[in-house]
């Protein structure tokens, strides 16, 4: 074994450039790109990618959204009068959307257990 670098005999460290380094981290801070994808098309470890983007963010750059999760904001919903009975005190109330399609929900609060299982298996 090699002492000096700790790596069997023969085998080289390698060494990547700072312009190939933010290549790559660039690349992870794609929506919807797995860091493990980037790091196997580049023949990297992916430990060793996370380690990069984590050095980016320690030193000052602005994170991509891989490093920020996009945060979901509420979306006010025009009432139209008359199209709709507020629900009677004690029902649960849920609003979902799902693509282009929301659902609004009046549950009655009494079987509670019977909203949650409906409501796991709509979102699967």
Do not use: Y
């Amino acid at each position: 074994m090699n002492t000096k670098q700790g790596l069997p005999a023969g085998r080289r460290r390698r060494h990547h450039g700072a312009e190939f380094k933010a290549k790559v981290v660039e690349e992870c801070t794609r929506p919807g790109v797995s860091m493990a994808a980037v790091a196997l098309a580049h023949g990297l470890n992916a430990n060793l990618l996370r380690r990069w983007v984590v050095e980016k963010k320690s030193i000052g750059l602005k994170p991509g959204p891989a490093t920020n999760p996009p945060q979901h904001e509420f979306v006010a919903l025009p009432l139209i009068a008359g199209a709709q009975q507020p629900p009677a005190a004690g029902d649960i109330r849920i609003e979902l959307r799902r693509g282009a399609t929301t659902v609004a929900i009046s549950w009655p609060a009494q079987v509670a257990g019977d909203c949650a299982a409906w409501l796991r298996e709509w979102l699967r």
